[in-house]
DNA sequence: TAATTATTGTGAGTAAGTTCACAATTGAAT
DNA sequence: ATTCAATTGTGAACTTACTCACAATAATTA
């Protein structure tokens, strides 16, 4: 490994689809994987796969390929995943209610401890085992808990009056879902459902690849 | 407008970015635009917006800018809103319920006309105005209606069966939220909220811009 | 009319990301 | 022990994407 290298921001993205592939090798019991093999599964190239690995150590042995167990739990290490991170989720609409209801998070240990809605008619609303509360009762609650994430599902004109709030207390990211760019030094990830449908269309008919 | 250049893939991204940018301009009564402000608007950079807009002609007037209305409809072309594409959802769990009732998609002129799932005790329940119908009516469906889009939204373990299943029909392309690569001819666009969820987690722990 | 200011469109230059290609290594077979 | 086949890790080449910088143009002002 060369160290200092700044990571690539594709890098990244792929380092958590390598951690489900060696989940999924691990459970059907195989205990080498080539390079080769885990390109294969996510149709890209070998040569992808082992650059993306090489920017964090080696892992793997020549002629034989890469120990199943030991590289997840490299990549545990390196994505993050043994920690749990505290999640609240802004706006209980049709995003945010999915959100708090979808499994997969929980599993990838992402915890939603609250929500939160403006919207009057809304609170008291049961989510599994959450109910929703309202919007003025933030403070109290960054008060009592400690939030790493927040994901923000409220409609677009009030996102950037959220974020403005938001920046108040000691959060480490937003996952952001309203179409709209957030002015804000907090690390943002945005999510547009829309844009991947639009982004399929135009494939459709441009036929580009 | 240099023809025939292949169209970057983050470009077609953007110019959905950039339609909607366009209506809020539209109606915040604004007539012409710099590639400047709309630049701002989004947190990218000027040239990046004029590079963008002259993969598809020339659409500015120079010292001036860009006529909102006139570029607007412009970018409706290219994007292809104005075409009314049909979508089922196949699943009616979290994410398959969230699609249905998210009003953005609608807006956008993607009309969900069926959802369907393997579960029976699923099948009849309401979401908005459809109700959920058994998967072994696809073939059915699809003999009586044109469906342009799928939506995936199956758990892991079934998808590439349906995938499979659609391939009979004549489909233009499909959006999954499974998290697996699919092995079909069928145009797909992945959608996958834990990887945005591990980006940012990842980003914030090693302080990776 | 000439100067001034604003802004586009794009070729050329950078930067970022991917793929190639091969020496180095490992284990198995002869 | 030697050969053979498999596979890694990585520098170098290549490809894709972004940004710069400036000529060209338009509107405004003097």
Same mark, same amino acid.
């Given at each position: 490994?060369?160290?200092?290298?700044?990571i690539?921001?594709?890098?990244?993205?792929?380092?958590?689809?390598?951690y489900?592939?060696?989940?999924?090798?691990?459970?059907?019991?195989?205990?080498?994987?080539?390079?080769?093999?885990?390109a294969?599964?996510?149709?890209?190239?070998?040569?992808?796969?082992?650059?993306?690995?090489?920017?964090?150590?080696?892992?793997?042995? @020549?002629? +034989?390929?890469?120990?199943v167990?030991?590289?997840?739990?490299?990549?545990?290490?390196?994505?993050?995943?043994?920690?749990?991170?505290?999640?609240?989720?802004?706006?209980?609409?049709?995003?945010?209610?999915?959100?708090?209801?979808?499994?997969?998070?929980?599993?990838?240990?992402?915890?939603?401890?609250?929500?939160?809605?403006a919207?009057?008619?809304?609170v008291?609303?049961?989510?599994?085992?959450?109910? +929703?509360?309202?919007?003025?009762?933030?403070e109290?609650f960054?008060?009592?808990n400690?939030?790493?994430?927040?994901?923000?599902?409220?409609?677009?004109?009030?996102?950037?009056?959220?974020?403005?709030?938001?920046?108040?207390?000691?959060?480490?990211?937003?996952?952001?879902?309203?179409?709209?760019k957030?002015?804000?030094?907090?690390?943002?990830?945005?999510?547009?459902?829309?844009?991947?449908?639009?982004?399929? +269309?135009? @494939?459709?008919?441009?036929?580009?690849?």
């Amino acid at each position: 490994m060369k160290d200092k290298r700044k990571i690539p921001k594709p890098v990244i993205k792929r380092m958590g689809l390598y951690y489900r592939c060696l989940n999924k090798l691990y459970e059907e019991g195989i205990e080498y994987v080539a390079s080769k093999d885990i390109a294969a599964r996510l149709g890209i190239k070998s040569s992808q796969v082992r650059k993306d690995l090489s920017y964090f150590g080696e892992f793997g042995k @020549r002629g +034989v390929g890469y120990n199943v167990d030991q590289l997840m739990k490299k990549l545990e290490d390196i994505i993050g995943v043994n920690k749990i991170w505290n999640v609240i989720v802004i706006g209980a609409g049709n995003i945010g209610t999915a959100i708090v209801n979808y499994p997969g998070l929980k599993k990838e240990k992402f915890n939603i401890i609250g929500v939160f809605d403006a919207d009057r008619s809304k609170v008291g609303k049961k989510l599994g085992k959450l109910s +929703v509360t309202h919007f003025s009762e933030l403070e109290k609650f960054f008060n009592k808990n400690i939030v790493d994430l927040v994901v923000l599902a409220v409609p677009e004109n009030a996102a950037q009056m959220v974020v403005e709030e938001l920046e108040k207390y000691n959060i480490k990211g937003i996952i952001n879902f309203a179409p709209i760019k957030l002015r804000t030094k907090i690390p943002v990830e945005d999510v547009d459902i829309t844009l991947s449908f639009k982004s399929l +269309v135009f @494939r459709i008919e441009r036929e580009i690849k």
